[in-house]
C-alpha cells in the first residue's frame, strides 16, 4: 500500500513542482527558512536515488562504453554550447544568461530514467548516460560554466567542484552503498523517488519565493530561452543518435537524455555560487523539461 502511494508522488513530479512554485510565489515566507539548507536538501535527494540503484546498473558503461561514451559527448557538448548561442541570441542580461549556461553544463536528469521507460526507449542506456554524466559533473561542469561565462563573472571553478563532489557524489554512492548493505531496503524502495521529488519541488518553491518581487517584472524572453534550450536539446539530442547510426529506441534515448537536465542541481549551484536571480532559469528548466519529455514520452509510446 505505502508502495502504491510513494509511486504515485514519484510519477506525478511535475504536479508538486508546480504546486510548490505557486505555492512560493503567493507565500514566500513559508519557504525562506529553506535557503539556509538547500546544499542538505540536494545532498537527500541525490541520496534518494543512489538507494534505488544496484552496483550492476553501471555495467552498461563498461560493456558498451564507447555508445555511452558518444551520448555523453553530445550532452556535453550540445546543451552548455546550446544555452549560451540562446543567451546571446535573445540578448539576456547577465544573470539569466548565467542561469541559462549552468542548466546547459548540469549533468542529466535522473528524471529521465523514468521518461525513457515511459517512452519505450532503452532504459538500460539512460541510467548508463545518466551515471556517467553524473560522476563526471564535477569536473565537466563547473568546465563548461568557466568556459563560457568566465567573462560576466568570477568563477571558483574548485569551489564549484567540491560542492558537486559534496552535494552530488558522495551522497549518491552512500546511497548505492546502503542499499547493497541492507537488503531489506528493497521492501520500501518506491519512498526514496518519492522523497527525492518532493525536495526538488521544495527547490523550486524556494527559488519564486526568493524571486518573487523580480517575477512581476519578468520578461518572455526568459520563457523564450527555455522553451528554445528544452526543444534544441531534444532534437539535437534525436540527430546526433543518427549521426551515431543508433537504432529508434536508442535514438528516443539519447534525445531524452540531452533535452533533460538535473536543473535542480543547477539551481543549488545558483544559490550557492551566485545568486538567487541566476536560479531563477534551472528552477523553471526543472519543471518545463518534465512536462516536454513527458509529452513527448506518450507520442512515442502510442507510435
Not at 535573445?90 to 539569466?96: F, V
Not at 549518491?172 to 531489506?184: E, Q, R, S, T, Y
Not at 526514496?192 to 527559488?207: M, N, R, Y
Request: net charge positive; glycine share 6%.
Amino acid at each position: 500500500m505505502l508502495n502504491k502511494f510513494f509511486s504515485f508522488v514519484s510519477n506525478f513530479l511535475v504536479v508538486w513542482v508546480i504546486l510548490l512554485v505557486i505555492l512560493g510565489y503567493f507565500f514566500p515566507k513559508s519557504f525562506l527558512f529553506l535557503r539556509k539548507y538547500t546544499d542538505f536538501l540536494f545532498f537527500l535527494t541525490m541520496f534518494g536515488i543512489g538507494a534505488v540503484l544496484n552496483f550492476s546498473d553501471f555495467k552498461p558503461i563498461f560493456r558498451n562504453f564507447k555508445v555511452v561514451f558518444l551520448g555523453t559527448l553530445a550532452q556535453f557538448l550540445i546543451m552548455p554550447f546550446l544555452g549560451f548561442i540562446i543567451a546571446k541570441f535573445l540578448r539576456l542580461k547577465d544573470s539569466i544568461t548565467l542561469g541559462v549556461i549552468i542548466t546547459g553544463s548540469v549533468p542529466g536528469a535522473m528524471a529521465s530514467n523514468v521518461i525513457s521507460y515511459l517512452a519505450g526507449a532503452d532504459v538500460a542506456y539512460s541510467i548508463a548516460l545518466t551515471s556517467l554524466s553524473t560522476f563526471l559533473s564535477p569536473i565537466l561542469t563547473p568546465s563548461f560554466i568557466y568556459i563560457f561565462a568566465h567573462k560576466i563573472i568570477k568563477i571558483n571553478f574548485f569551489e564549484m567542484f567540491l560542492s558537486i563532489i559534496k552535494m552530488v557524489i558522495l551522497p549518491l554512492i552512500l546511497g548505492l552503498f546502503i542499499k547493497a548493505k541492507f537488503k531489506k531496503i528493497e521492501k520500501i524502495n518506491k519512498f526514496f523517488p518519492a522523497f527525492s521529488s518532493i525536495f526538488i519541488a521544495f527547490i523550486c518553491g524556494l527559488v519564486v519565493a526568493l524571486n518573487k518581487d523580480y517575477l512581476k517584472n519578468i520578461t518572455g524572453l526568459i520563457f523564450l530561452a527555455i522553451f528554445l534550450h528544452n526543444l534544441g536539446g531534444l532534437i539535437l539530442g534525436y540527430l546526433s543518435s543518427k549521426v551515431y547510426g543508433f537504432d529508434k529506441k536508442r535514438s528516443r534515448t539519447l534525445s531524452i537524455e540531452v533535452g533533460m537536465q538535473n536543473a535542480g542541481l543547477g539551481a543549488v549551484l545558483a544559490f550557492k555560487h551566485f545568486s538567487s536571480e541566476v536560479a531563477i532559469v534551472p528552477a523553471f528548466f526543472a519543471t518545463w523539461c518534465i512536462i516536454t519529455a513527458s509529452i513527448l514520452a506518450r507520442f512515442w509510446k502510442r507510435r
